[in-house]
């Protein structure tokens, strides 16, 4: 059973919410781009865990419409904030706005929720999550999976 872990890993849950040819996405502290999302803490559904999110980030009461996709990634340890290999799993799924108002998360490092033009997000720095969520958004695979998204020039991971 299981071999010796090495590394760390993160279980996530992501919201994309495209609406007029717009994406939620939200810019943090670093100055990268992502989708609302987190970490699922222990014991917490992940389609809890992206409503919550949601709301945290944007100040937005979210609607699940579907669930979309997993992606797995593993960041090479040279990469990583912690400075070993780390993977991230992250559940991707479709969500409406069901009220509130968009505004910066409390004390958190999410500085600015923004509707942006889906031509626009090529022009960003950004997180590789944005890419998939898009591309799971976009095609609606019935597997739940796109291909991986290259990182470099504007894309992180």
Request: glycine share 12%; charged share 25%; hydrophobic share 40%.
């Amino acid at each position: 059973m299981g071999g010796t872990r090495r590394g760390s890993f993160r279980l996530a849950a992501y919201a994309v919410c495209v609406e007029d040819g717009r994406v939620l996405l939200i810019r943090h502290a670093s100055g990268d781009w992502s989708l609302p999302g987190g970490e699922v803490e222990h014991a917490e559904d992940p389609f809890h865990a992206v409503v919550r999110e949601f709301a945290e980030e944007t100040g937005c009461d979210a609607v699940v419409e579907r669930l979309l996709g997993v992606d797995s990634r593993v960041i090479p340890a040279a990469e990583a904030r912690r400075g070993v290999e780390h993977q991230n799993v992250g559940v991707f799924y479709q969500v409406r706005i069901a009220g509130g108002a968009l505004r910066p998360e409390p004390g958190g490092a999410t500085v600015e929720p923004v509707r942006t033009p889906i031509p626009e997000v090529a022009h960003l720095r950004r997180s590789s999550l944005v890419d998939v969520g898009l591309a799971l958004a976009r095609d609606l695979p019935a597997s739940g999976h796109v291909a991986a998204v290259p990182v470099g020039d504007l894309i992180r991971h």
